[in-house]
């Protein structure tokens, strides 16, 4: 499975970005993650499309929505809100199973990574 992750851009504090994350099968989780400069990668938001009900890291609750447009295999991440603290590069990732809740937060869970795509808010 192939992922293209895109929409990054430079926006101002308080604004909102929606990412994609455009995959060439059908995936049964899709997480986003990212890496800020000089910091490791780090989870923000997961959905099993299966059953059950999105995950979001802290720092993503009542800004990030993630979603899916299943006539186009793609996944959405909408940032509302923005901060400064949420420049990163924003990676989508898949796996062709539904990830347990205690390990959809977790990098090596999945399978398929995207190449990356960066964000960047000025305050």
């Known amino acids: 499975v192939q992922l293209q992750a895109s929409g990054g851009g430079l926006v101002q504090a308080g604004n909102s970005l929606k990412l994609s994350c455009e995959a060439s099968a059908r995936t049964l989780t899709t997480g986003w993650f990212r890496q800020a400069p000089g910091k490791e990668r780090e989870f923000v938001a997961a959905r099993r499309w299966n059953f059950g009900s999105a995950i979001y890291a802290d720092s993503a609750k009542g800004r990030f929505t993630i979603s899916r447009d299943n006539t186009k295999n793609t996944v959405y991440l909408q940032m509302n809100s923005l901060k400064s603290e949420d420049t990163a590069i924003y990676y989508c990732?898949?796996?062709?199973?539904?990830?347990?809740?205690?390990?959809?937060?977790?990098?090596?869970?999945?399978?398929?990574w995207g190449q990356g795509t960066e964000v960047t808010v000025s305050s």
């Open positions: 990732a898949a796996a062709q199973r539904g990830i347990i809740t205690s390990s959809i937060r977790r990098a090596h869970e999945y399978d398929y």
